[in-house]
């Protein structure tokens, strides 16, 4: 079975720039989340789809950054314009079951680095 | 108030030590705790979870809760070299992961 694979694996951008990070879940996971870690912090909850709907995004910091989960398959994180506290790493999760901390897969991670 | 607190570290253990990692969690309400390690570059991965006060023992892995002190441990046996990552105190609440800014643990050979 393959893994939550997150695309670019790195990326660096200038201040003011687009960037779109992509996620693809295990396949026949309805449940995805978005996470990020910024330098010397924890890794906090961005937001979360059932299928297509946002189900919770409390975590999104602000308007610049639009997630889209299009068919309900792969999703995309876009951060636009981006600033230099955006750094940091976006890590993706998916998992079958909505309630329950079981059988969530983490991906490895886009490192976004805004200079 | 972080949610949840941890030592950053980094925490320097021979091999074959035990390593003991320390959590502690601000909502006393919490009722799902989980241990996850990660190594540099990679996903974090899931260890141990622990629901009910008192220990709870997988293999060389060990996980300890007291709801009362809202303390959670991760004690690791016969410590070896390939332990060496960051190690993630989480609670699981509101259908989300509350996480600790994590423990860099080094196991020396």
């Known amino acids: 079975e393959a893994g939550v694979t997150q695309f670019p694996s790195h990326s660096v951008i200038e201040k003011g720039q687009t960037v779109t990070l992509r996620c693809d879940p295990i396949?026949?996971?309805?449940?995805l989340y978005w996470y990020r870690r910024v330098m010397g912090k924890e890794i906090k909850f961005l937001l979360h789809?059932?299928?297509?709907?946002?189900?919770?995004e409390s975590g999104m910091p602000n308007n610049r950054f639009l997630a889209e989960r299009t068919g309900g398959t792969y999703s995309t994180l876009k951060v636009q314009p981006a600033e230099l506290e955006d750094s940091g790493v976006y890590f993706c999760?998916?998992?079958?079951?909505?309630?329950?901390?079981?059988?969530?897969?983490f991906g490895s991670g886009t490192r976004l680095t805004v200079v | 108030q972080k949610e949840v607190e941890q030592n950053s570290g980094p925490l320097s253990v021979p091999e074959g030590a035990i390593a003991s990692l320390n959590c502690t969690y601000s909502d006393r309400g919490s009722q799902s705790f989980f241990w996850y390690r990660q190594y540099s570059g990679k996903s974090p991965e899931l260890i141990m979870s622990?629901?009910?006060?008192g220990d709870k023992e997988d293999g060389r892995f060990t996980a300890q809760l007291n709801k009362a002190s809202q303390y959670v441990s991760l004690l690791i046996r016969d410590s070896q070299p390939s332990d060496s990552a960051t190690y993630l105190c989480?609670?699981?609440?509101?259908?989300?992961?509350?996480f600790g800014s994590g423990t860099k643990l080094n196991v020396k050979p």
């Open positions: 622990i629901y009910s006060n």
């Open positions: 989480a609670i699981y609440n509101f259908n989300k992961f509350y």
């Open positions: 789809f059932v299928k297509e709907s946002k189900q919770d």
């Open positions: 396949s026949g996971h309805d449940n």
């Open positions: 999760a998916s998992s079958q079951d909505q309630v329950g901390a079981y059988g969530y897969t």
